[in-house]
């Protein structure tokens, strides 16, 4: 296959930071896609659809004028969430969602949910006003292996969630192993996942070569091979229930090769083709605008897009870092190639 044309995509899963960094990346997703579900998870977190509303404009001040993109607004849960603001967030046409961080699970998260019991009342009135919930799905009790996280988040709280609120519409954010994509296949159209182009393209192997290699760190993290197979079979054989969210998260380069190590894969300047390049792995692109176009819609009760894109099958280097504001940004396999194109 030389050429795939597609009706234009979404991002499901997108951070974008705030002020001067955002406004170094945002253009990035714009070009490439429609819409794009953004992550709340800020210093200090969005926690209120009048900060939500306000993100949103500083988002749309920064977007160039060539882009016709929309940012899609959550809220950031907490113990003291108010049903209050869910019901509010309901009514809005910005805010789409609102994300559970258990404490303590990724980049920026200490705000928040310690125990899915605090939040029993919010859940409940996200299920009455029908609010997805976007899920971090891992544990984070000390004594969990990391690798482990989210089979347990599955175990011990999502399955109780689901029983809990069977109406409740629920995704399972950037899923990682084999046990999310069969619990995710098991459930009923109420339940869906998005699945990173990062997540399908390494595995934890990939953390290690040539010595440490803090940007293919994430979280969560990348697992066994097997699972990154199983990821792979999800996305291509499954239809509506996975579909495409980055994840894409910028950190500078020297807050990722530090001490810290910061969470974060920059997938968002190529994220299409990087999809495309998993995809040809899988050696079957028949789902590909399932995934990429219409299952994301589908479930937030949205039209799909209207205008096409089209990839085609030309190679280029990725560059070996972008610019970041007054820093650098190291992107997604910096200096390796990537064989599809998005026509501009």
């Known amino acids: ?11 499901w899963h997108l ?3 705030d002020h001067d960094q955002m406004k170094a990346v945002v253009n990035d997703t714009a070009a490439q896609f429609a819409r794009a579900i953004i992550m709340p998870n800020l210093v200090p977190p969005i926690t209120s659809c009048k900060q939500a509303l306000n993100y949103r404009q500083r988002i749309l ?7 016709d993109f929309e940012p899609l607004m959550t809220l950031y849960l907490t113990d003291s969430m108010s049903i209050d603001e869910i019901k509010s967030a309901a009514e809005s046409q910005y805010i789409h969602a609102a994300k559970l961080y258990p404490a303590g699970a ?20 996200m299920q009455k006003y029908d609010l997805p919930l976007l899920v971090h799905g891992e544990a984070t009790a000390d004594n969990i292996d990391i690798f482990d996280r989210e089979k347990v988040f599955i175990d011990r709280t999502l399955t109780k969630i689901r029983q809990q609120y069977p109406e409740l519409r629920i995704v399972f954010e950037h899923i990682t192993t084999s046990d999310a994509v069969d619990y995710v296949i098991s459930q009923n159209s109420k339940t869906a996942a998005t699945i990173t182009a990062h997540h399908l393209l390494i595995n934890r192997n990939d953390l290690f ?12 993290v990348v697992k066994r091979e097997l699972h990154r197979v199983a990821l792979l079979k999800a ?5 509506g229930k996975f579909f495409a969210g980055t994840d894409s998260a910028p950190h500078a380069q020297n807050a990722k090769e530090s001490a810290c190590g910061c969470a974060g894969i920059y997938s968002a300047f190529a994220a299409i083709e990087l999809y495309a390049e998993a995809f040809e792995q899988a050696g079957d692109f ?5 995934f990429m176009s219409l299952a994301g819609p589908e479930f937030y009760g949205l039209p799909a897009n209207k205008e096409n894109i089209t990839l085609t099958k030309q190679s280029w280097t990725v560059p070996d870092s972008l610019t970041f504001a007054e820093q650098t940004l190291i992107p997604f396999k910096a200096g390796q190639t990537i064989s599809w194109t998005l026509g501009k």
């Open 1 to 11: 296959m030389q050429e795939i044309t597609l009706i234009r995509p979404d991002d």
């Open 15 to 17: 951070h974008l930071r």
């Open 61 to 67: 001040s920064a977007i160039d004028s060539s882009h």
């Open 106 to 125: 990724t980049t920026n998260s200490d705000a928040g949910v310690t125990h899915i019991d605090k939040i029993q009342h919010v859940l409940e009135a």
């Open 209 to 220: 070569k040539g010595g440490m290699n803090p940007h293919n760190y994430c979280l969560p």
């Open 235 to 239: 996305a291509s054989q499954h239809p």
């Open 286 to 290: 028949s789902n590909f605008e399932i």
